[in-house]
């Protein structure tokens, strides 16, 4: 990586699955792709991939196949919509759904050669709370929680987050309301989970946003397409707009050494 370059490091999460994460971490990477960002996406969910479903691509080798040595991580590299490129996991193989410690940061060390060819790196994590999961939000800079109006969305997100405080020392998240009914939802849910972490946790919980309920949503996923491409005008897409102005807005902390090399060493040291 050049001396300088700067890579983000996103991490989407949400707790519990049908919180709608998949479908925000690809619009959201598209829309910072419009504001000229060079975008790659992973698809860490490594159970059971999706991502490239909704970009309606077709991986011809994945994560398995840098696990087994027999390609480099920019072979599998796919160029999508939109010009993002998408990192393809493998799905329904239950090895890469419970990665050991040296294949986890086998897979971590070959993204030692993508720094200087990109600007944001989005992870789609997996549902829940596995080891997995942890090792992606722990090592990124940025935690984006996805949480929709049901209790069980707000219960999983607080356990998350409390794992991630207690155990991790990990101090600051971003929130993202999704699929939110009108314009005051979004931010009654982020008072909701306030409420709870203020009385038991010492974290910083930042407001990013809302995305509101949208059919063209699901009429883009049956399409396997990204809404913000295939339905730009629709209420979802301005939002996913909107939300990636703020994301491109973030500052980057400064560090000795660019943050794909940061994510890379924190990944590999757990």
Not at 209 to 222: L, M, N
Request: charged share 25%.
């Amino acid at each position: 990586m050049k001396e300088g370059q700067q890579v983000q490091v996103i991490a989407v999460t949400g707790g519990k699955g049908g919180v709608g994460k998949t479908n925000l971490s690809v619009n959201l990477s598209l829309g910072l792709a419009e504001l000229g960002k060079r975008v790659v996406l992973m698809d860490a969910d490594l159970g059971l991939a999706n991502v490239d479903l909704l970009l309606g691509v077709k991986a011809k080798r994945n994560i398995a196949d840098v696990l087994a040595g027999d390609c480099e991580l920019q072979d599998i590299l796919i160029e999508a919509t939109g010009g993002i490129k998408v990192i393809p996991a493998s799905s329904g193989t239950q090895e890469l759904a419970s990665l050991g410690a040296h294949e986890h940061a086998g897979l971590i060390n070959a993204f030692n050669g993508l720094g200087e060819s990109m600007d944001v790196l989005v992870i789609d994590t997996a549902a829940g709370i596995s080891d997995s999961v942890i090792s992606f939000v722990r090592a990124a800079q940025e935690v984006l929680l996805v949480v929709c109006d049901e209790p069980s969305s707000i219960t999983d997100a607080y356990a998350l987050i409390k794992i991630l405080s207690r155990d991790y020392q990990m101090s600051k998240f971003r929130v993202v309301a999704n699929m939110t009914r009108s314009d005051t939802e979004g931010r009654n849910l982020f008072k909701k989970l306030t409420h709870v972490t203020d009385r038991f946790l010492d974290i910083n919980l930042q407001y990013a946003g809302e995305i509101p309920f949208d059919d063209f949503v699901r009429k883009a996923v049956k399409k396997q397409k990204a809404a913000i491409k295939e339905f730009p005008r629709s209420k979802s897409s301005i939002a996913y707009r909107k939300l990636a102005r703020t994301v491109s807005e973030w500052p980057i902390l400064d560090q000795p050494r660019g943050h794909l090399e940061f994510f890379v060493e924190r990944l590999v040291l757990q």
